[in-house]
């Protein structure tokens, strides 16, 4: 192979690199797709996004989808968005379904909604299509002491003009929930509710409760209603129960003071029979003493030690005359 040849190779592959590199990096099937489709996007446009660190597909695709729903836009806006964080294609999907539902939305309101996190697409088509949330089962307690067991349906319509700042589905969620607690609360009877649940319907629609949120209610629909526990009945039956236990306690504290008073009763007998034998143990002395000082002589000693004698021997007998007597009745 002659030098020629080899010369020719070694362009053709450099031609070919070159190319390469070129098509890599100037998109130009996307300008000519721009070109077939209306849009006017210079070559040197496409490579600026190259050198911005942005996909020229990300933002000429959806330039021309809006070229063709009749929505005037530019590459600038686009790519603001684009590099801010946002989700051009679905910035543009909205903008034309809400075109087409005929809502009134700008590209920089639909791009605000889309950079503060919600999806706006999925807000148009509820702005045309309402949503049904169902809230879970809320309990409440009527006047007579019944508790009403409630569900309901709220049917909602996204606010474009709220959706910034705007309170979600939990706020919609909470709030029913204190509607319906607050109509079931101020019941008299629960039968009541349970033969006009649209009062609750009514109640929760005339407090306004869509103010400050992402949302429009358009109604409220109560899908079951059911009794649960008499918790009036369970309250009394509750505190019949702790008046009986403070009863108790106060009757046990009644009977452990009685009891120390006997016992404090049984202290004092003891004592007061120490006392007696005390006092007894101490009639010997004294007439021991009245012997030695001749107040009282021996005769009268004994004398009066008959006499308790005779005494003694007395009772005895009325003793034994009360058993026999008692024994004759036994028979």
Same mark, same amino acid.
């Given at each position: 192979?002659?030098?020629?040849?080899?010369?020719?190779?070694?362009?053709?592959?450099?031609?070919?690199?070159?190319?390469?590199?070129?098509?890599?990096?100037?998109?130009?099937?996307?300008?000519?797709?721009?070109?077939?489709?209306?849009?006017?996007?210079?070559?040197?446009?496409?490579?600026?996004?190259?050198?911005?660190?942005?996909?020229?597909?990300?933002?000429?695709?959806?330039?021309?989808? *809006?070229?063709?729903?009749?929505?005037?836009?530019?590459?600038?806006?686009?790519?603001?968005?684009?590099?801010?964080?946002?989700?051009?294609?679905?910035?543009?999907? !909205?903008?034309?379904?809400?075109?087409?539902?005929?809502?009134?939305?700008?590209?920089?309101?639909?791009?605000?909604?889309?950079?503060?996190?919600?999806?706006?697409?999925?807000?148009?088509?509820?702005? /045309?299509?309402?949503?049904?949330?169902?809230?879970?089962?809320?309990?409440?307690?009527?006047?007579?002491?019944?508790?009403?067991?409630?569900?309901?349906?709220?049917?909602?319509?996204?606010?474009?003009?709220?959706?910034?700042?705007?309170?979600?589905?939990?706020?919609?969620?909470?709030?029913?929930?204190?509607?319906?607690?607050?109509?079931?609360?101020?019941?008299?009877?629960?039968?009541?509710?349970?033969?006009?649940?649209?009062?609750?319907?009514?109640?929760?629609?005339?407090?306004?409760?869509?103010?400050?949120?992402?949302?429009?209610?358009?109604?409220?629909?109560?899908?079951?209603?059911?009794?649960?526990?008499?918790?009036?009945?369970?309250?009394?039956?509750?505190? !019949?129960?702790?008046?009986?236990?403070?009863?108790?306690?106060?009757?046990?504290?009644?009977?452990?003071?009685?009891?120390?008073?006997?016992?404090?009763?049984?202290?004092?007998?003891?004592?007061?029979?120490?006392?007696? /034998?005390?006092?007894?143990?101490?009639?010997?002395?004294?007439?021991?003493?009245?012997?030695?000082?001749?107040?009282?002589?021996?005769?009268?000693?004994?004398?009066?030690?008959?006499?308790? *004698?005779?005494?003694?021997?007395?009772?005895?007998?009325?003793?034994?005359?009360?058993?026999?007597?008692?024994?004759?009745?036994?028979?």
């Amino acid at each position: 192979m002659d030098s020629s040849m080899i010369s020719l190779i070694f362009m053709v592959a450099v031609v070919i690199v070159i190319l390469s590199v070129f098509f890599s990096f100037v998109p130009v099937m996307l300008w000519i797709s721009a070109l077939a489709s209306g849009v006017n996007v210079g070559i040197i446009t496409l490579v600026a996004m190259r050198l911005r660190r942005v996909t020229p597909a990300r933002i000429v695709n959806p330039l021309i989808k *809006a070229r063709k729903a009749g929505i005037d836009l530019n590459t600038n806006q686009l790519e603001s968005h684009f590099l801010s964080g946002g989700n051009v294609d679905r910035v543009v999907d !909205a903008l034309v379904a809400a075109q087409r539902a005929d809502i009134p939305l700008g590209f920089e309101r639909a791009a605000a909604i889309d950079l503060a996190g919600r999806d706006v697409l999925q807000a148009v088509q509820m702005s /045309v299509n309402p949503k049904v949330i169902e809230t879970p089962v809320i309990a409440a307690v009527a006047m007579d002491g019944i508790e009403v067991k409630a569900k309901a349906k709220v049917t909602v319509r996204a606010n474009i003009d709220r959706l910034v700042g705007g309170a979600g589905e939990e706020t919609i969620i909470a709030r029913v929930g204190e509607g319906i607690v607050t109509t079931i609360g101020s019941s008299q009877f629960h039968k009541d509710v349970l033969e006009n649940p649209d009062r609750i319907s009514q109640t929760v629609l005339n407090k306004g409760l869509d103010s400050g949120t992402a949302f429009e209610i358009l109604s409220i629909d109560i899908a079951d209603v059911d009794v649960g526990k008499n918790i009036g009945a369970i309250l009394q039956t509750d505190q !019949a129960e702790a008046d009986k236990r403070i009863a108790q306690a106060k009757a046990e504290e009644r009977r452990a003071m009685a009891v120390a008073t006997e016992q404090e009763m049984k202290a004092r007998v003891e004592e007061m029979k120490a006392k007696v /034998v005390e006092a007894e143990a101490e009639v010997p002395m004294a007439l021991a003493e009245a012997l030695r000082t001749g107040k009282l002589g021996v005769m009268d000693y004994y004398n009066m030690q008959n006499i308790m *004698a005779d005494t003694t021997m007395r009772e005895a007998f009325g003793n034994t005359n009360d058993r026999k007597k008692n024994d004759t009745d036994k028979k």
